[in-house]
């Protein structure tokens, strides 16, 4: 497995590259959820290669870039024993130099959920990806289901900007008792963790209204809230939402025939989690 700190040096190595290639974008401090993107990219691919990179420009001034987890040789041991190739792993200026001023602006789909709570966040997303898949030009890239507004943002912008990427999306990988895996689970302390599934809870409860014939958006949604105001430990929900799987596109009723997604975002003590589950 090569580690590589310059853009220019993954690029070559990567043209170089026996294909196809595939490619899994992370910002390191690698979970489960990480592991299932590699392990398919290894399986499906001559070369797997992959990125630790901790991309300042997708987190909002009061978020936590400073203390966001970093666990670079942990890291490259999980991806050496995953069987990786390359490793791009760069100093933020080399991603983004002096100067650097072009910026992706990604549409609708950027619009609600994470992209109004976080102002700016997608825009950040979607020029790391870009650049990423401009240096690496994979032939797939691998994302997890768990940040499904963030998959949909980057499927759009591949398709509109012709990336010649095939984006694979892989499911929530989940803890036994429902929380989806996230690097931000370590700030939870052993009584949020406790609580933390009850996001789970809610998307279930969402889910078994449907599963019961319950079509009416607005229900849907009551039926989470209720479960996430339940639990006291929620300070507050930023948003329960019922969109359209592929355009995020808020939904009043759940017709069949399209992939309907409910997402929630709920604050657990200090942590903010996010999670979702796909109708049908
Ligand atoms: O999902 C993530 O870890 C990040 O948003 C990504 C896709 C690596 C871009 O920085």
Not at 10 to 29: F, I, N, Q, S, Y
Not at 82 to 97: F, K, S
Not at 106 to 116: F, I, S
Not at 216 to 240: K, N
């Given at each position: 497995?090569?580690?590589?700190?310059?853009?220019?040096?993954?690029?070559?190595?990567?043209?170089?590259?026996?294909?196809?290639?595939?490619?899994?974008?992370?910002?390191?401090?690698?979970?489960?959820?990480?592991?299932?993107?590699?392990?398919r990219?290894?399986?499906?691919?001559?070369?797997?290669?992959?990125?630790?990179?901790?991309?300042?420009?997708?987190?909002?001034?009061?978020?936590?870039?400073g203390?966001?987890?970093?666990?670079?040789?942990?890291?490259?041991?999980?991806?050496?024993?995953?069987?990786?190739?390359?490793?791009?792993?760069?100093?933020?200026?080399?991603i983004?130099?002096?100067?650097?001023?072009?910026?992706?602006?990604?549409?609708?789909?950027?619009?609600?959920?994470?992209?109004?709570?976080?102002?700016?966040?997608?825009?950040?997303?979607?020029?790391?990806?870009?650049?990423?898949?401009?240096?690496?030009?994979?032939?797939?890239?691998?994302?997890g289901?768990?940040?499904?507004?963030?998959?949909?943002?980057?499927?759009?912008?591949?398709?509109?900007?012709?990336?010649?990427?095939?984006?694979?999306?892989?499911?929530?990988?989940?803890?036994?008792?429902?929380?989806?895996l996230?690097?931000?689970?370590?700030?939870?302390?052993?009584?949020?963790?406790?609580?933390?599934?009850?996001?789970?809870?809610?998307?279930?409860?969402?889910?078994?209204?449907?599963?019961?014939?319950?079509?009416?958006?607005?229900?849907?949604?009551?039926?989470?809230?209720?479960?996430?105001?339940?639990?006291?430990?929620?300070?507050?929900?930023?948003?329960?939402?019922?969109?359209?799987g592929d355009?995020?596109?808020?939904?009043?009723?759940?017709?069949?025939?399209?992939?309907v997604?409910?997402a929630?975002?709920?604050?657990?003590?200090?942590?903010?989690?996010?999670?979702?589950?796909?109708?049908?």
């Amino acid at each position: 497995m090569k580690v590589i700190e310059t853009c220019f040096e993954m690029a070559a190595l990567c043209r170089a590259a026996e294909r196809p290639l595939g490619l899994v974008p992370t910002m390191g401090a690698l979970h489960d959820g990480h592991l299932s993107l590699t392990r398919r990219a290894r399986a499906d691919n001559a070369t797997m290669a992959a990125s630790l990179f901790v991309n300042p420009t997708q987190f909002g001034p009061h978020e936590d870039f400073g203390s966001y987890p970093r666990r670079l040789v942990r890291d490259l041991e999980l991806l050496a024993a995953q069987g990786a190739d390359l490793v791009l792993a760069p100093p933020p200026e080399e991603i983004y130099p002096a100067g650097f001023d072009t910026w992706i602006e990604p549409g609708a789909a950027a619009e609600g959920m994470e992209g109004a709570a976080r102002p700016g966040h997608f825009r950040g997303v979607a020029t790391v990806v870009a650049k990423l898949f401009g240096i690496v030009r994979p032939d797939r890239a691998y994302f997890g289901q768990k940040d499904g507004q963030q998959v949909a943002v980057i499927r759009k912008m591949t398709a509109d900007l012709n990336l010649g990427v095939e984006v694979v999306t892989m499911p929530t990988v989940r803890e036994a008792d429902g929380l989806a895996l996230s690097s931000r689970n370590a700030y939870l302390t052993p009584e949020e963790r406790m609580a933390a599934p009850v996001v789970y809870r809610a998307l279930r409860a969402a889910e078994s209204q449907w599963q019961a014939g319950e079509r009416d958006a607005e229900r849907l949604r009551a039926a989470a809230l209720a479960v996430l105001q339940g639990e006291p430990l929620v300070e507050s929900v930023d948003y329960v939402s019922v969109v359209d799987g592929d355009t995020m596109a808020a939904v009043d009723t759940v017709t069949g025939g399209r992939r309907v997604m409910v997402a929630a975002a709920a604050r657990v003590g200090a942590v903010r989690l996010i999670d979702n589950v796909v109708l049908g």
